[in-house]
């Protein structure tokens, strides 16, 4: 079936140092792949979605890119701040009916 | 931010009680979803709707969760006999139709059953 594989569960770092997050998924659908962000005690938002091979896709500082034949969509950031200690999640949007197949997440925590 | 909104945004039950929740979804969104964030952070797809009527939803749903989104009202979600493994972060989220669309979630009712 379905599924996403975020293999990092908690990721701690010192700001200003550069990270990614890992995210693989399968589907027998052509692929949509999500980024949310979720802080503390506050609604996931988007970050980044992307259907298009190869192709970076950016916002606020984050970037990844879409390969289809690794079925990866990692998570970069080339500088992350104090600001940006929170939960990840990578999804996947296998059909318009389920809606989104969410990842385990990987907790961020940055320090100073 | 998001402009789902979610009341209440915590819910102490007892076991067997009713528990109810609900949800306005964005302006315009037909599609609305209903997740399930345990304390592990994992999310579980519980019922979506398109125009108030249900495009899918999960076993446990049918069971012992009842749901509806009437028109020109709140969505609703009810556990009919709460049990401690329903204790959760319960998120409702809306959507313009199609893949690939950006889902906007609410900040979620957080159910503790006791």
């Known amino acids: 079936g379905d599924s996403v594989t975020q293999t990092e569960g908690l990721v701690t770092l010192t700001k200003g140092l550069p990270v990614m997050l890992n995210c693989t998924y399968q589907?027998?659908?052509?692929?949509?792949l999500f980024w949310y962000v979720q802080h503390l005690n506050e609604a996931p938002k988007l970050l980044l979605k992307s259907s298009t091979d190869n192709k970076r896709t950016e916002h606020q500082g984050f970037y990844a890119t879409l390969h289809k034949s690794s079925s990866s969509f990692h998570l970069q950031k080339s500088s992350v701040q104090l600001s940006d200690s929170a939960l990840y999640f990578c999804a996947l949007s296998p059909n318009y009916a389920q809606g989104l197949t969410f990842g385990l997440g990987t907790r961020v925590s940055v320090f100073p | 931010n998001s402009k789902v909104i979610q009341t209440p945004r915590y819910l102490v039950k007892g076991q067997g009680q009713k528990a109810k929740m609900r949800c306005i979804p964005e302006k315009g969104h037909p599609v609305v979803f209903w997740y399930q964030q345990n304390k592990n952070n994992e999310f579980k797809f519980l019922i979506n709707?398109?125009?108030?009527?249900?495009?899918?939803q999960i076993d446990m749903t049918e069971k012992r969760f009842s749901a509806e989104c009437p028109s020109n009202s709140p969505c609703s979600l009810e556990i009919q006999s709460s049990e401690a493994g329903d204790s959760a972060l319960y998120l409702c989220?809306?959507?313009?139709?199609?893949?690939?669309?950006?889902?906007?979630f609410g900040k979620g009712t957080r159910l503790t059953v006791v």
């Open positions: 989220a809306s959507s313009s139709q199609g893949r690939g669309t950006e889902v906007f």
């Open positions: 589907t027998t659908y052509s692929p949509f």
């Open positions: 709707f398109q125009n108030q009527e249900v495009l899918q």
